[in-house]
T-cell receptor, first 112, second 112 residues
């Protein structure tokens, strides 16, 4: 049981490049989330999904897109990266009936 | 909207010292309250939680009590160890929602 995994662990992009971050969970959780973590700001919700095929905007969705084509995977895309998107990105998942979120190890993204 | 305020750090302590991290919240109804911990280079892990007023969450020697009257969920540990060095996040989930709201995080360093 791997829990929540994230790919890649580190990435450096140039301004304007695109990339996709992959989150996978093997706990059969319905809900999945993408957060970004910036110094002094805690974690802020980017997008979330309450089930396969559904997505919704969180607190800071601009510049990001997401897809949930399979229940176990939640993808976060940056179409045209900007230096303001330099951050650590965390994925999390949760059962429908529970209230505890389980987090992945994070992806550290630097945009030059 | 819902929000969490926790004491700013960083906090530096000696081993076996007493640790308190203050957390207060603003929310309607009766949210679930959490403390998450992030060890260096890792993702967030649930440390403890409480789901109703006067509940006490506890784990690894840490405790926090859900105080509805003061809208607080302060984290305490009686005798810290070097291995407790981490960033601690207070968070809440409203009863009618499935999103987590985080505090800014408190960095704790324990010196031998």
């Amino acid at each position: 049981n791997a829990g929540v995994t994230q790919t890649p662990k580190f990435r450096v992009l140039k301004t304007g490049q695109s990339m996709t971050l992959l989150c996978a969970q093997d706990m059969n959780h319905e809900y999945m989330y993408w957060y970004r973590q910036d110094p002094g700001m805690g974690l802020r919700l980017i997008h979330y999904s309450v089930g396969e095929g559904t997505t919704a905007k969180g607190e800071v969705p601009d510049g990001y897109n997401v897809s949930r084509l399979k229940k176990q995977n939640f993808l976060l895309g940056l179409e045209s990266a900007a230096p303001s998107q330099t951050s650590v990105y965390f994925c999390a998942s949760r059962m429908t009936s529970g209230d505890t979120q389980y987090f992945g190890p994070g992806t550290r993204l630097t945009v030059l | 909207g819902d929000s969490v305020t926790q004491m700013e750090g960083p906090v530096t302590l000696s081993e076996e010292a007493f640790l308190t991290i203050n957390c207060t919240y603003t929310a309607t109804g009766y949210p679930s309250l959490f403390w998450y911990v992030q060890y260096p280079g890792e993702g967030l892990q649930l440390l403890l939680k409480a789901t109703k007023a006067d509940d006490k969450g506890s784990n690894k020697g840490f405790e926090a009590t859900y105080r509805k009257e003061t809208t607080s969920f302060h984290l305490e540990k009686g005798s810290v160890q070097v291995s407790d060095s981490a960033v601690y996040f207070c968070a809440l989930t409203p009863t009618t929602d499935y999103k987590l709201s985080f505090g800014a995080g408190t960095t704790v360093t324990v010196r031998a």
